[in-house]
């Protein structure tokens, strides 16, 4: 373990909060992504970056925002618009698409929890 | 839209039994395809992907472009397979995103 880290573990937010999870990696990738994992679903895309300063929406953006201003940070911004919150979100990189994907490797997690 | 199917939600066995984890995949040509799997209290990590033939833990995965199936297989299961695995696939041509199944939970039991 190690290399790519989230923060917190837990979260709690009150409904109409903006509220960022943090996620750091050390591994060096181009490559960053925010999933979401809710039971029965899998996991589903809300952002991705390929490089810095550069950042395109996934599947379930609404309601989400993000950032990459450095190649280690690609915090998450789940805002007051996102109906359906209470989630567990995976952070996760990866090199740079050279012909095949790469191993994406994934953060611990955080659980967001609206009171 | 690609598409991977994972048909089953919960997958039970007895340790020593057989296992087989089903994935489907929509066409598209010959794509890469892996295996996630996220054990207990512990981050989702790859298993393994088709391109490496490898086998891991004693899992193996066979691309059978005919049926359009990437199956997970081990012929003994040991307790400590007890987890959840995500089938995956890239998501459109070129470029590093995973669109993944909606998983399968294993339990092996003693």
């Known amino acids: ?115 | 839209a690609q598409r991977v199917t994972q048909p089953e939600k919960l997958l039970s066995v007895f340790k020593g039994a057989p296992v087989e984890l089903k994935c489907n995949y929509s066409y598209s040509g010959s794509p890469e395809l892996f295996w996630y799997v996220q054990y207990s209290r512990q981050r989702l990590q790859l298993l393994l992907r088709h391109i490496s033939r490898e086998s891991i833990k004693g899992f193996t995965a066979d691309l059978n472009k005919g049926e359009t199936s990437f199956h997970l297989k081990k012929p003994f299961a040991q307790e400590e397979d007890s987890a959840m695995y995500y089938c995956a696939r890239p998501k459109g041509k070129g470029g590093n995103k995973l669109v993944f199944g909606a998983g399968t939970i294993l339990r092996v039991k003693s």
């Open chain 1, 1 to 115: 373990d190690g290399g790519i880290t989230q923060s917190p573990k837990y979260l709690f937010r009150k409904e109409g909060q903006n509220v960022t999870l943090s996620c750091e990696q050390n591994l060096n990738h181009d490559a960053m992504y925010w999933y979401r994992q809710d039971p029965g679903q899998g996991l589903r895309l809300i952002y991705y970056s390929q490089i810095v300063n550069d950042f395109q929406k996934g599947d379930i953006a609404e309601g989400y925002s993000v950032s990459r201003e450095k190649k280690e940070s690609f915090p998450l911004t789940v805002t007051s618009a996102q109906k359906n919150p209470t989630a567990f979100y995976l952070c996760a990189s990866s090199s740079s698409y050279r012909g095949r994907p790469d191993t994406q490797y994934f953060g611990p997690g955080t659980r967001l929890t609206v009171l």
